[in-house]
């Protein structure tokens, strides 16, 4: 298998470190499951803007 180096944004690297931290922890990955669940009942909750 070949391997390429890319080069991005140090802050986009940080941004994807994030997203996949929470995409691992499994009470993060439940609690977004939850708040999906609790969304289709008409529950209103919180919208995040993670970028402007």
Known sequence: ME???I???KKE???LL???GILRNKEM???IAE????E???VKGW???THP
């Open 35 to 38: 708040s999906k669940e609790a």
């Open 18 to 20: 994030e997203e996949v």
């Open 40 to 42: 289709k009942k008409g």
């Open 47 to 49: 919208k995040l803007r």
């Open 13 to 15: 690297y940080e941004e």
């Open 29 to 31: 990955m439940e609690a």
């Open 7 to 9: 080069l991005i944004p």
């Open 3 to 5: 391997q390429e180096t």
